[in-house]
Nanobody, 127 residues
Framework: EVQLQASGGGLVQAGGSLRLSCAASGFTFDDYAIGWFRQAPGKEREGVSCISPSEGGTYYADSVKGRFTIWSDNAKNTVYLQMSTLKPEDTAVYYC????????????????????WGKGTQVTVSS
């Protein structure tokens, strides 16, 4: 059974930090890019950050560059997202997802490429 278990959401004041974790199981971790997506009320879901655990390549949305860091612990099949200098506009439900890598280890980090979704975790940033 495929599982993407997300944890670490919560309530934080603006300027604060949170760390999200995504523990993957039920599929070959190295064959996928693992990423974080978010959906705020009334907005479309967007790719926030993704990583290819097998190659280490990362992607960040412009809105989080310099504030968020993604990395993987391949021994634990877990991907982490450190979110710092959080802003109220970061408030959303955050989802962990897995996208099958394409040729040369490519991936899109958007909804169209996702094969597996985890349940969301709420992140709320108060002003």
């Amino acid at each position: 059974e495929v599982q993407l278990q997300a944890s670490g959401g919560g309530l934080v004041q603006a300027g604060g930090s949170l760390r999200l974790s995504c523990a993957a199981s039920g599929f070959t971790f190295d064959d996928y890019a693992i990423g974080w997506f978010r959906q705020a009320p009334g907005k479309e879901r967007e790719g926030v950050s993704c990583i290819s655990p097998s190659e280490g390549g990362t992607y960040y949305a412009d809105s989080v560059k310099g504030r968020f860091t993604i990395w993987s612990d391949n021994a634990k099949n877990t991907v982490y997202l450190q979110m710092s200098t959080l802003k109220p506009e970061d408030t959303a439900v955050y989802y962990c997802a897995a996208e099958l890598l394409g040729d040369g280890g490519s991936y899109y980090c958007d909804d169209s490429g996702v094969h597996f979704w985890g349940k969301g975790t709420q992140v709320t940033v108060s002003s």
